[in-house]
């Protein structure tokens, strides 16, 4: 199969510019990483240096790791049954377009600024710790380690729930109900990140090696996936 | 995409309609052989030949739920056929020729389909990129010159009038210098006056030869722009040029006024020289069947003045493409309901 990167580039500059610019999809992308930032920022303010100790043998920070997996769920969602309803996805696929290009550009443009914003968000409440939490709480908190896990899993993260949720905006009929199932489908790995931040699950080298490789190879999956249950004749006739 | 081997439910047999090209020998930029197509029970369009030649405008009629549509996308491959087969652009219908069939074709759709966030230049630019144009800015640029848009380029598609967004989905259309246009409904919901801008541009692609498929069910549209039409309901019922196909469907009438009412019509119109029939059509107007309008008119004339008749006129009764569609229509609903 050759992929044409000028196509794949076309889908991505037209879904970035659309995404920008659809209100619903901005105000989205924002409210997610408020969520995730806010109550740890209240919760780690109020935390005296004689927490230090505890703090050194968690993991908080990776519940951050909600946002890459959250935020692009929502404009995944979008970018098939929203192209659907808006009328545009039958002039797009008769361009000369395949389905595994389009896909691509489609992953490509959520994967971008959900990236961005995760790594923003992430950058932004590191500095915001630095310079105003108690010294013995921040130093506890920022360790290279987890520094390393956010660095590596927000993509991996990321993909996950953009195949997760294209796979569903190829069969959904309608573009809330299609963001809404794939919110709750990306719930399970904001639940194991969760669960790994309040300790419940230890975090460990070789359990970071294993997921790591889980998640790249549900990455590739996914396209495929996604890309197989892409049918033309029903996105455009509508049958089921 | 080919399923020869299913036959249709009449048979097979081929329709005793001319569906063969009407420009000589030139190669078909569309050949069209047994395709059908059904969901489940339900039959879209069933055993349609028909072929386009280079440069025709044909006309695609039928009314609603006919499977136009259908067909035009069966035709650009975003759906498989159910059987038969076709040459699109010089290239078997085929899911391995559907890139490349793509390349060559463009369809219109019926909903222009553009991202009303972007501008004008910028839904251009995505499918100029898309169809792997090379120079895309002069090829924008034209297509925006042909369909008089020019200066509209960086306007948000949504700000757009209804035939605005029209002419920039078949500029859109004409990015790719394509072999073969598909315009499905190119009028469909718009008002007069951008109805004949529409017009116009078709016009225009015709005389720079592009070779156009136009699906429409406004008549009089199909027959100012078509060379040559056919009319689909679920089969296609007949194919031709417009004229062709008023004569083939109705008898060639005259009709006669006069100023007060022939005392004896039969003495004057019975016996004339290839005068078939005649009837009242109100009291002095009387309408005739002829075989031969060049022989009929001058002795109807002769018989009326003959007989002291004070003729208002004598006129060739004109059917229009909607008598004949109309004729066929009344006819598959007379078929159905027995």
Redesign the interface.
């Known amino acids: 199969m050759r992929i044409d990167n000028r196509r794949v580039r076309a889908i991505f500059g037209k879904d970035v510019r659309e995404f920008r610019r659809n209100r619903s999809l901005t105000v989205g992308m924002a409210i997610i990483p408020i969520v995730f930032s806010v109550q740890p920022l209240i919760a780690v303010f109020t935390l005296n240096t004689s927490a230090s100790n505890t703090l050194q043998h968690e993991h908080v920070l990776l519940y951050m790791l909600g946002i890459p997996a959250l935020v692009p769920s929502l404009v995944a969602a979008y970018s098939v049954v929203g192209e659907r309803q808006q009328g545009t996805l039958e002039p797009l696929l008769t361009t000369p377009i395949r389905r595994e290009e389009l896909l691509l550009g489609k992953a490509l443009a959520t994967f971008a600024p959900s990236i961005a914003v995760a790594y923003l968000v992430y950058g932004l409440f590191l500095g915001t710790v630095e310079l105003f939490a108690q010294p013995g709480v921040a130093s506890a908190l920022i360790r290279l380690p987890d520094l390393l896990a956010q660095l590596v899993f927000t993509p991996l993260l990321a993909g996950w729930s953009i195949w997760i949720a294209i796979v569903i905006s190829t069969r959904a009929n309608d573009v809330r109900v299609a963001q809404q199932l794939a919110t709750l489908a990306s719930l399970p790995s904001v639940a194991v990140t969760t669960l790994i931040a309040l300790n419940v699950i230890t975090a460990s080298w070789p359990t970071a090696f294993v997921a790591a490789a889980i998640l790249l190879l549900l990455n590739g999956i996914g396209w495929r996936i996604a890309s197989a249950v892409f049918d033309r004749e029903r996105l455009i006739i509508g049958i089921r | 995409m080919e399923h020869n081997s299913q036959r249709p439910p009449d048979g097979g047999t081929r329709r005793d309609h001319p569906s063969s090209l009407a420009h000589g020998s030139a190669p078909a930029a569309l050949s069209v052989d047994r395709l059908s197509k059904r ?1 489940a029970d339900r039959v879209a369009f069933d055993d349609v030949s028909f072929e386009v030649g280079q440069g025709e405008v044909f006309g695609f009629l039928g009314p609603n739920g006919a499977g136009k549509t259908t067909t035009v ?1 069966t035709l ?1 491959t ?3 056929p159910t059987s038969g087969s076709a040459t699109v652009a010089g290239l078997r219908l085929t899911p391995e020729n559907g ?2 069939i ?2 060559r ?3 219109m ?1 019926e ?8 501008s004008v230049l ?1 839904n251009l ?3 100029a ?4 144009v090379p120079k895309p800015a002069d090829r924008i640029d034209r297509a925006l010159r042909a369909v008089n848009l020019a200066d509209r380029a960086r306007d948000a598609c949504g700000t757009l009038s209804k035939g605005l967004r029209q002419r920039v ?1 078949l500029a ?1 259309a004409l990015l790719n210098d394509p072999q073969l246009l598909f315009l499905d409904e190119p009028t469909s919901g718009l008002d007069p006056v951008a109805s004949r801008e529409v017009h116009e541009l078709i016009d225009e692609l015709r005389r720079q030869g592009v070779t156009i498929f136009l699906t429409t069910h406004r008549l009089e549209e199909a027959e100012r722009l078509c060379d040559r039409v056919a009319i689909l309901n679920t089969t296609l019922r007949t194919i031709g040029r417009p004229d062709e196909l008023r004569d083939q469907l109705f008898a060639k009438t005259l009709t006669v006024k006069t100023v007060t009412p022939l005392s004896e019509p039969g003495d004057v119109f019975d016996g004339l020289p290839a005068v078939e029939d005649w009837h009242h059509d109100g009291q002095t107007t009387y309408t005739l069947a002829v075989s031969d309008l060049a022989l009929a008119t001058p002795a109807v004339a002769r018989a009326l003045v003959a007989a002291g008749a004070d003729v208002m006129a004598i006129s060739e009764s004109q059917h229009s493409l909607e008598d004949v569609y109309l004729k066929l229509v009344d006819e598959d609903q007379a078929v159905q309901s027995k």
């Open positions: 969901f996308r650009s975003l759906i498989a890139v490349e793509r390349s074709i463009s369809v759709p909903s222009p389909g553009l991202y009303l966030r972007l910028e630019q995505c499918f990129d898309l169809y792997d989905a859109r």
